[in-house]
């Protein structure tokens, strides 16, 4: 007779999942001492990461390996978390090398970072791959594979060139069966957003983040055709867009984890053609959040200089949540707009735009490139002087005209041989990386460091206050934003779009081609440059709060008046040196009256 225990066949251990490895990282890049760029709270949050975090967790919910894998996913934003390199080796070995780190979102001075984060990882059989827009701009607008590149492929390291919507099932796969190719090249085909995986972090990676910021883009491409821009040539001039659902299903998913904070990385919201649509829709879901006692949706995007021209856009962006916006001013030098092909920045609208988002309440902060042909030490103090006193601009940021590689500009010298820098790490936008026509490249150096100063003057901060006061645009606000960019360039010697929160720096993490130094030396110039720092900072902050002070307990702040505020008027073209200071801008005034006399005359008729 058997027995039951007997009949009874012997159960098998459940078989453990196979684990695949991913770890994406957005790279930082290195300052002018050699030491990676990083901080314990950074600013901007990377839009690059979220992205690729999204779809890769699209790809683990779908099981996309199949169901015997699971997929393990970390990510790592540079500028405020370290990368122990050593640890990686160790979470891939014990997977038996199962896996993938992507390096992603890598712009131009960020692939040599790439590079000494991807080399010991080769070294020690990790998989590896880099993408972004260094890459796809390279092979976008360059013969052949460019040096930089070809180090990538000697190294093993997979490029990917393009947007991974669409793809990210294919890349894992791949790499799941040890079958990555060399080069995916993707930019021929781009993708529809519209109902793809929306970016979204957990917020457990936006702790990085000054206010746990987050960010997004609701669309992607350009209809203009800047020569120094790279995005036209990497996400095309077509706008491709998200819909309303999608960007309410990430404000939600955002706002459950407590996020409230967003930053729009659209280059240019303003011509994306569902704006309307999708800046009623967060209205709507302020009021739903306002109702129900939750946070306030907080929004920062990026338009260009006639937005204020759309019906309602500047209304409808400021119920939406826009607190903050980024404008391409670039010049008010009409000679240096044509010569980048930026023919859409129209100086006569400046002062009308500038007005308007500022009765909305909104900040205006706008970016200004310097080292335009026709600029020179003295013309771009004149510019800054005028900038000053007739525009109502709040913040004013700066940055060298940089060739970028997948931009115009830096093909046409790639093609004439014009010699540009040939440390990538130097292209961040900071640093002068080729000749000019009227400058030294010391010259232009210097030019970009005296801006800082004089726009963020004394005499100006003031000014940018009162004009904060009697205009009710909130003083508070505004004195936060003008001690982060009058200091960051002055105290910590970098762009404050790549600042942050107290500055971090580990001997260990230096660029490999400088010599390691030694503790003796390190760590007391450490203390001492953390302590000189502190203390400048303290000294700034409390000199601006003063003048804030100032200005908010002032009983007569509101009639405070001055040029810039002044309401638009016809004659401002014959009396303000914005249109008189030099014959490019007497031309351009003079062009625009002979358009709208021709437009009145054809209306007419």
């Known amino acids: 007779m058997i027995s039951s ?5 012997a159960r098998s251990e459940p078989r453990a999942a196979k684990r695949f490895q991913i770890a994406l990282i957005k790279p930082s890049h290195y300052d002018d001492d050699g030491y990676v760029i990083q901080w314990f709270r950074s600013f901007i949050p990377s839009n690059s990461l979220a992205v690729v975090y999204s779809l890769v967790e699209d790809s683990r919910q779908r099981k996309a390996l199949g169901d015997g894998i699971e997929i393990d996913i970390t990510a790592a934003d540079e500028i405020n978390t370290r990368t122990r390199i050593p640890k990686i080796i160790e979470r891939f070995r014990a997977h038996d090398f199962f896996g993938l780190v992507f390096i992603v979102g890598v712009q131009s001075n960020q692939f040599p970072r790439a590079l000494d984060i991807a080399r010991p990882l080769r070294a020690a059989g990790v998989p590896v791959a880099i993408g972004g827009f260094h890459v796809s701009g390279c092979i976008a607008m360059l013969p052949g594979i460019q040096p930089d590149l070809q180090q ?42 519209e109902g793809a995986p929306t970016p979204i972090l957990p917020r457990h990676y936006l702790k990085g983040t000054f206010s746990l910021q987050t960010s997004f883009d609701a669309g992607r491409g350009c209809p203009y055709q800047c020569s120094f821009c790279t995005i036209i040539n990497v996400q095309g001039r ?6 309303a659902d999608d960007i309410e299903r990430l404000v939600r998913a955002n706002m459950a984890q407590g996020v409230n904070w967003f930053f729009m990385t659209d280059d ?30 907080k929004l920062v995007i990026q338009v260009d200089t006639l937005c204020h021209k759309i019906d309602g856009f500047i209304e409808k962006a400021r119920a939406a949540g826009v607190v903050r916006t980024f404008l391409g001013l670039e010049s008010i030098n009409p000679q240096n707009l044509a010569a980048a092909n930026k023919r859409q920045n129209k100086i006569t609208e400046y002062r009308q735009m500038l007005q308007a988002w500022k009765r909305a309440g909104v900040i205006t902060y706008a970016g200004y490139i310097l080292g335009f042909p026709h600029d020179t030490p003295e013309s771009i103090a004149e510019d800054i002087a005028i900038i000053q006193k007739e525009l109502p ?20 010298l790639f093609r004439e041989g014009v010699a540009m820098d040939s440390d990538l790490n130097r292209f961040d936008i900071e640093h002068a990386v080729t000749a000019h026509p009227k400058m030294t490249r010391a010259q232009w150096q210097d030019a970009y460091f005296n ?12 000014r940018l206050l009162r004009r904060a006061g009697a205009t009710n645009s909130g003083v508070s606000r505004l004195a936060a934003m003008i001690y982060l960019f009058s200091s960051m360039v002055k105290i910590e010697k970098v762009h404050p779009l790549q600042g942050g929160i107290v500055r971090l720096k580990y001997r260990a993490d230096r660029r490999p081609t400088l010599q390691l130094e030694s503790p003796l030396l390190f760590y007391p110039r450490l203390v001492a440059e953390n302590a000189r720092k502190l203390a400048q900072n303290v000294r700034h902050w409390f000199w601006i709060d003063g003048l804030r002070r100032k200005v908010r307990d002032d009983p007569n702040r509101l009639s405070y008046t001055d040029t810039a505020i002044t309401p638009v008027d016809a004659h401002d073209v014959e009396e303000l040196e914005l249109f008189t200071h030099s014959q490019a801008a007497q031309d351009a005034v003079e062009h625009i009256r002979k358009i709208k006399q021709l437009t009145t005359v054809k209306s007419v008729a």
């Open 5 to 9: 225990q007997q009949a009874t066949p």
């Open 268 to 297: 240019n919201f303003a011509r994306n053609k569902d704006w309307e649509v999708i800046l009623d829709r967060l209205a709507a879901l302020r009021r739903e959040f306002a109702a129900a006692g939750q946070k306030d949706i």
């Open 393 to 412: 601009l709040d913040i004013l940021e700066f940055f060298c005209l940089t060739p970028l590689p997948g931009s115009e500009d830096h093909q046409r």
């Open 152 to 193: 990538a492929l000697d190294l093993g390291v997979t490029l990917f060139a393009g947007e991974l919507e669409g793809r990210c099932d294919d890349l894992l796969r791949d790499a799941a069966s040890g079958a990555l190719k060399p080069m995916y090249n993707y930019l021929n085909e781009l993708p529809a957003l």
């Open 451 to 462: 801006a800082w100063d004089l726009y963020y003057s004394a005499e100006h901060i003031e």
């Open 238 to 243: 077509k706008s491709r867009g998200r819909s």
